[in-house]
T-cell receptor, first 114, second 116 residues
Framework: AQSVTQLGSHVSVSEGALVLLRCNYS??????LFWYVQYPNQGLQLLLK??????LVKGINGFEAEFKKSETSFHLTKPSAHMSDAAEYFC????????????FGPGTSLSVIP | GAGVSQSPRYKVAKRGQDVALRCDPI?????LFWYQQALGQGPEFLTY????????KSGLPSDRFFAERPEGSVSTLKIQRTQQEDSAVYLC??????????????FGQGTRLTVV
């Protein structure tokens, strides 16, 4: 069965510091991988996605993630945190045979300290 | 509309009451998904439609949950005899089917259901 794990339910960083949010997937078949962000009382917004091709994926708001098949990981990074980055982040995977059923991880809450 | 629209945004129901949650997907999107997000958790898949056909309802937690999309556009998630454990945010998403393009699922803002 597909599953996505996110190490650390809560991460705090100082403003301007590196953001690193960890994600591991379990599928033996390389899946499509996603990072979504959710601001309070908002829906999910796609930050970036990996489908095929280049393993380093750049997304919106300065975020990027690298697909590492050998580590079954898809960690999310941003060089310098902004206060506006405080939100809930969800890693997700999909490789339905016929449709894009997306399986989400439990989420990581990011706090940015001034 | 420009995005996925869900209504109502907030719903308070007394235990035992029936509720209906509406989702208006992005125009032309074939695929539609419902997810349940409990407080502090990631979204959990409930059901999937391709046009009007419900192809996967494996995530529906009980037979009190029912979803429909009769004309292949608007969808309704109905919960009968609501229980306190049904309290959650219900998210709807739409997308094109795989094969048309590298797609992403676009999510609505959700309906927050509170059962008292």
């Amino acid at each position: 069965a597909q599953s996505v794990t996110q190490l650390g339910s809560h991460v705090s960083v100082s403003e301007g510091a590196l953001v690193l949010l960890r994600c591991n997937y379990s599928s033996s078949v390389p899946p499509y991988l996603f990072w979504y962000v959710q601001y309070p009382n908002q829906g999910l917004q796609l930050l970036l996605k990996y489908t095929t091709g280049a393993t380093l994926v750049k997304g919106i708001n300065g975020f990027e993630a690298e697909f590492k098949k050998s580590e079954t990981s898809f960690h999310l990074t941003k060089p310098s945190a902004h206060m506006s980055d405080a939100a809930e982040y969800f890693c997700a995977e999909s490789h339905g045979n016929t449709y894009d059923k997306v399986i989400f991880g439990p989420g990581t809450s990011l706090s940015v300290i001034p | 509309g420009a995005g996925v629209s869900q209504s109502p945004r907030y719903k308070v129901a007394k235990r035992g009451q029936d509720v209906a949650l509406r989702c208006d997907p992005i125009s032309g999107h074939v695929s539609l998904f419902w997810y349940q997000q409990a407080l502090g958790q990631g979204p959990e898949f409930l059901t999937y439609f391709q046009n009007e056909a419900q192809l996967d309802k494996s995530g529906l937690p009980s037979d009190r949950f029912f979803a429909e999309r009769p004309e292949g556009s608007v969808s309704t998630l109905k919960i009968q005899r609501t229980q306190q454990e049904d309290s959650a945010v219900y998210l709807c998403a739409s997308s094109f089917p795989r094969g048309a393009m590298n797609t992403e699922a676009f999510f609505g803002q959700g309906t927050r259901l509170t059962v008292v």
